[in-house]
């Protein structure tokens, strides 16, 4: 399925192609490709809290679901570091 992600830490907004199914799944995939941004942390399955993190301009923690929501094609996830959001 193709995601766009809008990101801080690589030229803003591109599409990506992706076999996750959540977006548990995809912040530890995108983790593992930019480990020196540590958004993602394994151990305790959760965002790191310097990092803001936001499905379809929702932030992923007042989703029912949380991490566990389930991605479709054409859904926008958003990533960055905390205090520094990109105005719409």
């Known amino acids: 399925m ?3 992600l809008k990101t801080n830490f690589e030229n803003g ?3 990506i192609e992706t ?4 977006l548990k799944d995809l912040l530890y995939e995108l ?3 930019y ?3 540590r958004f993602y942390n394994k151990d305790w399955e959760d965002v790191t809290i310097t990092y803001t993190v936001e499905l379809n301009g ?3 923690d007042s989703l029912p679901n949380q991490l566990d ?4 094609d054409d859904d926008v996830v958003e990533i960055y570091q905390s205090g520094e959001f990109e105005e719409d």
């Open 35 to 37: 480990p020196a941004e």
């Open 19 to 22: 076999s996750s199914r959540t």
């Open 2 to 4: 193709k995601i766009r």
């Open 31 to 33: 983790s593992k490709q």
């Open 58 to 60: 929702k932030l992923y």
């Open 69 to 72: 929501t389930r991605l479709k």
């Open 13 to 15: 907004e591109r599409e």
